[in-house]
């Protein structure tokens, strides 16, 4: 049962980052765009920690769990709160047109997130 969550990260994150966005991206007008985005990107993010908090409690009732998985499952749930806490700070950067803060914190957000992905989906192999 261990790996049903790292599976579901993997899955949502896929999902979100090469279904849903691009999807939005092209029907959408950019206003709508952000406007959709500004609801949806909270609500992935919650869920990623949810997802990462289930894997550490999981973890805990498992047989013999890996701390290298412990450090992900908790890695997954750390990263996506951050990710989830730094976005009123990067919508007002995007509302007060503060290019180089939107970027910076974009690129945390990104870089974040393929982290979660790729140490998840790294956590079969460990």
């Known amino acids: 049962m261990h790996y049903y969550f790292p599976g579901m990260i993997v899955g949502f994150i896929l999902l979100q980052t090469a279904i849903v966005a691009p999807t939005l991206f092209k029907k959408l ?9 500004r609801a949806l990107w909270p609500k992935f993010f919650m ?22 998985h412990y450090g992900i499952a908790g890695s997954t749930a750390v990263f996506a709160l951050i ?17 180089k803060l939107f970027k910076i914190l974009h690129k945390v957000s990104v870089y974040l997130t393929v982290i979660i ?9 460990v």
């Open 117 to 125: 992905l790729l140490a998840n989906i790294g956590y079969v192999f």
């Open 29 to 37: 007008d950019i206003k709508d765009f952000g406007v959709v985005i």
């Open 47 to 68: 869920w990623l920690t949810v997802f990462g908090a289930a894997s550490v409690v999981d973890l805990y009732f498992h047989d013999d769990p890996s701390l290298i």
């Open 83 to 99: 990710c989830y806490l730094i976005i009123p700070a990067t919508n007002r950067a995007t509302d007060e047109g503060n290019e």
